[in-house]
């Protein structure tokens, strides 16, 4: 069970990554994009920071809900109305609750999952965030489904996020602008897969703190 608390503890904690990271996220971003993914998701979620004391006594719901909106009003690129529409996708399921069961995760990252394919049109393989969140949903979704508890089911989703980000590095962009590089994008990890592991390692990260 993840209570509301280790939700913001999460939130808190991927800020901190996301911060401690901005450079390496920014570095990546400048060999197949434009170089600011760092700079972007930095901005949104110190926004985020200095909201949280303000929602933190709300239900989950509402705080998820808070954060899409802010990343979508604070994050110029394209990785604003992408995050933004995952917590906004997330925040529906978790509306009015409390705590989240390991069911309550599972729809959680699907519906998060189904918000950025929505938003973004990527397929898994084209080079975006969806290749760490399509795989690593699905594997906590096995590991739940075999019955594994919320720490094992955590560590399975973060050990397939981590493979599956590195996974990108081979990959041809086809969605965002390193599409525009072509076969040039071939050979660099993604700037988005690799956020995208971050927030999942820190949700692993909060619930076993
Ligand atoms: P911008 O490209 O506008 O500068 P960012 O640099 O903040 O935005 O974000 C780039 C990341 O966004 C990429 O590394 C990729 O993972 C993700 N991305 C771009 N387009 C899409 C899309 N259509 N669907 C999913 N993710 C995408
Ligand atoms: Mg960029
Ligand atoms: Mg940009």
């Not at 509402?62 to 992408?82: D, E, F, H, N």
């Not at 990527?122 to 590991?143: Q, R, W, Y």
């Not at 560590?155 to 493979?163: F, L, N, R, T």
Request: overall charge neutral; charged content about 20%; aromatic content about 6%.
């Amino acid at each position: 069970m993840f209570t509301k608390k280790q939700i913001v503890q999460w939130l808190q904690a991927f800020a901190s990554e996301i911060h401690e990271n901005k450079d390496y996220l920014t570095e990546l971003d400048a060999a197949i994009g434009d170089a600011d993914h760092g700079i972007n998701m930095d901005r949104g979620f110190q926004k985020v920071i200095t909201q949280l004391p303000n929602i933190a006594d709300k239900d989950i719901g509402s705080i998820l809900k808070t954060v899409s909106m802010t990343l979508i009003s604070s994050i110029g690129g394209a990785s604003g109305p992408l995050y933004g529409s995952l917590f906004l996708r997330a925040s529906i399921t978790a509306a009015g609750k409390e705590k989240l069961t390991e069911i309550d995760i599972q729809k959680l990252l699907q519906e998060g999952l189904q918000g950025v394919l929505q938003r973004g049109k990527a397929k898994p393989g084209d080079k975006t965030m969806i290749d760490v969140l399509s795989p690593a949903t699905v594997a906590f979704e096995e590991a739940v489904g075999s019955g594994k508890n919320m720490s094992e089911a955590m560590q399975q989703m973060v050990a397939i996020a981590e493979k599956a980000m590195k996974d990108t590095i081979p990959t041809l962009a086809k969605k965002g602008r390193a599409s525009y590089l072509g076969d040039r994008s071939i050979g660099h990890q993604d700037p988005g897969a690799t956020s995208c592991y971050l927030m999942l390692k820190s949700l692993s990260d909060s619930y076993s703190s």
